[in-house]
C-alpha cells in the first residue's frame, strides 16, 4: 500500500496446478524476497484451499521459524473482500481487452505493461520446478481452534499469528486477544520439489488446442505440440 508495488506469479497448466502447495511456494517466495521487516502481515480472504488450509499454515510457520519472522495472516469478512490487490486485477483486465494473445507467455509481456506509473508491475513467469510440497510437513497438525461440537471451527478464525518459537496464535474476532492454538507438534519433515516434470492436460483439451492452430500462427505451434497429454 505504500509503495504500490504488486507482484503476479503466473503459470500454465501445463507447469503447474492450483493445489494448496502451489499458493504456498508463492506466498514463501514472496516473504523470502522481502527480509526487511520483522513482521509480516497477510490479508487473505477466506477460499480455503488458498488461504485457509493446514498447508498454508505449516508453510508459513516454517518460514517463521526459518527465517526469525512473524507472520500475522488476517482474513477479510465475508462480504467485505475488496483490497488493494483488485485494483491491479482491473489494470491487467483492460491492458488485456482487444489484445491477440497466442501464447502464456504473451500474458505475461501484457501484464509487464499493463501499468507505467509509479512503476511497472512484477511478473514471475515461473515453472513446475519452482513449486514446493508442503504437505508433508506437521508442525501444525490442525488449524480448528476447538475440539467438542458447537466450539470454533477453521471457518471462524479472523487472524492467525505464526510465532519463530513454533507456536500459532489466534483470534475469533480482529478485536479479540491472541489465543494459542492448541496442535502444534515438532513432527516435520523436508519440504520436497512439488513435481519431477511437466504435467500433463486432459486428452480432450490437447486435441481441442490442436484444433485451434488453424487459427494460430505457425510460429507458435511447436508451444502446442509439445504440450504433454
Keep these: 500500500m505504500l509503495t504500490h508495488s504488486a507482484t503476479c506469479y ?21 516473504l523470502s524476497a522481502h527480509t526487511e521487516p520483522d513482521t509480516f502481515i497477510l490479508w487473505s480472504d477466506g477460499c480455503g484451499y488458498q488461504n485457509r488450509n493446514a498447508v498454508l499454515s505449516n508453510a508459513l510457520l516454517q518460514f517463521s521459524m526459518k ?6 495472516q488476517k482474513y477479510l469478512e465475508k462480504g467485505h473482500t475488496q ?9 491487467i483486465e483492460r491492458r488485456l481487452r482487444d489484445q491477440d494473445v497466442y501464447l502464456p507467455a504473451e500474458y505475461v509481456n501484457l501484464m509487464k505493461k499493463a501499468r507505467v506509473k509509479p512503476h511497472p508491475y512484477e ?3 515461473i ?3 519452482f513449486f514446493q510440497d508442503f504437505t508433508k510437513l506437521r508442525l501444525c497438525k490442525s488449524l480448528r481452534p476447538g475440539v467438542r461440537p458447537g466450539d470454533p471451527t477453521v471457518h471462524d478464525i479472523r487472524a492467525i499469528r505464526y510465532n519463530n518459537n513454533g507456536t500459532m496464535d489466534f483470534k475469533i474476532n480482529h478485536s479479540d486477544d491472541w ?3 492448541r496442535n502444534s507438534t515438532s513432527d516435520s519433515h523436508t519440504v520436497t520439489p512439488l513435481y519431477s516434470d511437466r504435467l500433463k492436460i486432459n486428452e480432450l483439451k490437447f486435441k481441442h488446442l490442436q484444433d485451434l492452430k ?14 504433454l497429454h
Excluded: R
Aim: overall charge negative; aromatic content about 12%.
Design 10 to 30: 503466473v503459470w500454465h497448466e501445463g507447469e503447474g496446478s492450483l493445489s494448496a502447495s502451489e499458493f504456498a511456494s508463492c506466498i514463501v517466495d514472496y
Design 67 to 72: 527465517k526469525n519472522k512473524v507472520v500475522i
Design 83 to 91: 483490497m488493494e490487490c483488485d485494483s491491479v486485477h482491473s489494470v
Design 123 to 125: 511478473v514471475k513467469y
Design 127 to 129: 515453472d513446475h520446478t
Design 179 to 181: 489465543h494459542q492454538l
Design 214 to 227: 488453424e487459427v494460430i500462427p505457425k510460429d507458435f505451434h511447436s508451444f502446442y505440440n509439445n504440450l
